[in-house]
């Protein structure tokens, strides 16, 4: 499945007195992580309850290209930043079935 496209639901989970850096440091990596070869969509969402509760919706052409935007400067960047700041992330790797 690795060579066929794969959508990512990543969830992330900030501590409470840090929603606003988290939230921050999120919208920084729309921009350019849409210009990354094999993104197709990434879409950021936050919870109307539970402010602290980010969601990414993203679509790429492949799990490979999704790999190498996890290597990408601007993610590392992002790790740490937000060091010590970030209670959990849930990644989910997905495949359309229909």
Do not use: P
């Amino acid at each position: 499945m690795k060579d066929k496209k794969l959508t990512i639901v990543a969830k992330i989970i900030a501590n409470q007195e840090h929603i606003e850096l988290v939230k921050t440091g999120l919208i920084n990596l729309i921009e350019t992580t849409k210009k990354e070869e094999g993104c197709i969509n990434y879409d950021l969402h936050q919870d109307n309850e539970k402010k602290h509760i980010f969601l990414f919706y993203e679509n790429w052409t492949s799990w490979e290209l999704w790999q190498k935007h996890m290597k990408n400067s601007h993610i590392a960047e992002f790790t740490k930043a937000t060091e010590g700041v970030i209670e959990k992330v849930i990644l989910y790797e997905m495949t359309h079935i229909g």
